[in-house]
């Protein structure tokens, strides 16, 4: 195919597509990370569940101490619902896993922080690099999240859809497919040109990246010892 047709291709396919294909082979390197594969292998402590757990309590307080600012913005703001939010379930989760004295003792890794503050600085300046990071996290968390709540629940005895796997359970979203579905809508009538949309799927990658990392610095914490 030539370039004028490839890009003629590119510019009807949806952006919901786009993306999801873009990062399709950073999400199964994620999936089949070696923590990745020991978590949900049921081989790893509970700690190294907790550890985990702190780690995305870094990330998602980045996502949503901008919400509030973003909410009226016109590229982020459509994104930015209340059902998503997560820090006050991550918060209970915390509190179950560590005890109440946990946030004293929560310490993010060096990956953990470099994620953070990307995400707090495009809520900042760059909107749409926002929501990159807000698919990243949130479609995933209604997708694979259920598979990685059910292993959690089973290996380390969680009560179903109770403390410490809260993170997983959108009380609000009763039909998580319907849901997903209009995210894509939203993603695909963002407010961006071709050219910000590919800087979209760019930043994208790189939240994958920084996922990427996190884990790797998890597994270096938590060698399987066999
Ligand atoms: C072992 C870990 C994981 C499993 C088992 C898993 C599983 C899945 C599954 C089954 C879907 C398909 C959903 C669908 O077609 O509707 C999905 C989608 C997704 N996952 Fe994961 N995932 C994992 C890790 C991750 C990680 C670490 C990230 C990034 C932080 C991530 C981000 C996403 C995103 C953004 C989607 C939505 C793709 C789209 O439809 O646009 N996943 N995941």
């Given at each position: 195919m030539d370039a004028t047709?490839?890009?003629?291709?590119?510019?009807?396919?949806?952006?919901?597509?786009?993306?999801?294909?873009?990062?399709?082979?950073?999400?199964?390197?994620?999936?089949?990370?070696?923590?990745?594969?020991?978590?949900?292998?049921?081989?790893?402590?509970?700690?190294?569940?907790a550890r985990y757990t702190e780690q995305l309590w870094f990330v998602y307080r980045a996502l949503e101490e901008a919400a509030e600012s973003l909410?009226?913005?016109?590229?982020?703001?459509?994104?930015?619902?209340?059902?998503?939010?997560?820090?006050a379930e991550l918060e209970r989760d915390l509190a179950h896993l560590r005890g109440a004295g946990w946030r004293a003792r929560a310490v993010p890794l060096p990956a953990t922080a470099a994620y953070a503050a990307r995400v707090a600085e495009c809520a900042r300046d760059w909107p749409a690099g926002y929501v990159a990071h807000h698919y990243t996290r949130y479609l995933g968390?209604?997708?694979?999240?259920?598979?990685?709540?059910?292993k959690a629940?089973?290996?380390?005895?969680?009560?179903?859809?109770?403390?410490?796997?809260?993170?997983?359970?959108?009380?609000?979203?009763?039909?998580?497919?319907?849901?997903?579905?209009?995210?894509?809508?939203?993603?695909?009538r963002v407010n961006a040109d071709d050219l910000e949309k590919q800087r979209i799927i760019d930043e994208c990658k790189r939240a994958f990246d920084f996922n990427g990392a996190v884990f790797r610095e998890l597994g270096g914490e938590f060698p399987l010892s066999a």
């Amino acid at each position: 195919m030539d370039a004028t047709v490839t890009a003629a291709a590119t510019a009807q396919t949806p952006f919901s597509t786009l993306i999801r294909v873009a990062s399709h082979e950073q999400h199964t390197e994620a999936e089949t990370s070696s923590f990745m594969s020991d978590l949900l292998g049921g081989k790893l402590p509970v700690d190294a569940y907790a550890r985990y757990t702190e780690q995305l309590w870094f990330v998602y307080r980045a996502l949503e101490e901008a919400a509030e600012s973003l909410a009226d913005d016109p590229v982020a703001g459509p994104f930015i619902q209340p059902e998503l939010m997560r820090t006050a379930e991550l918060e209970r989760d915390l509190a179950h896993l560590r005890g109440a004295g946990w946030r004293a003792r929560a310490v993010p890794l060096p990956a953990t922080a470099a994620y953070a503050a990307r995400v707090a600085e495009c809520a900042r300046d760059w909107p749409a690099g926002y929501v990159a990071h807000h698919y990243t996290r949130y479609l995933g968390d209604l997708s694979g999240g259920q598979i990685i709540r059910d292993k959690a629940e089973r290996t380390w005895g969680f009560e179903r859809k109770g403390d410490g796997v809260r993170f997983y359970v959108f009380e609000d979203i009763s039909n998580p497919a319907a849901f997903k579905r209009g995210y894509r809508e939203l993603l695909d009538r963002v407010n961006a040109d071709d050219l910000e949309k590919q800087r979209i799927i760019d930043e994208c990658k790189r939240a994958f990246d920084f996922n990427g990392a996190v884990f790797r610095e998890l597994g270096g914490e938590f060698p399987l010892s066999a």
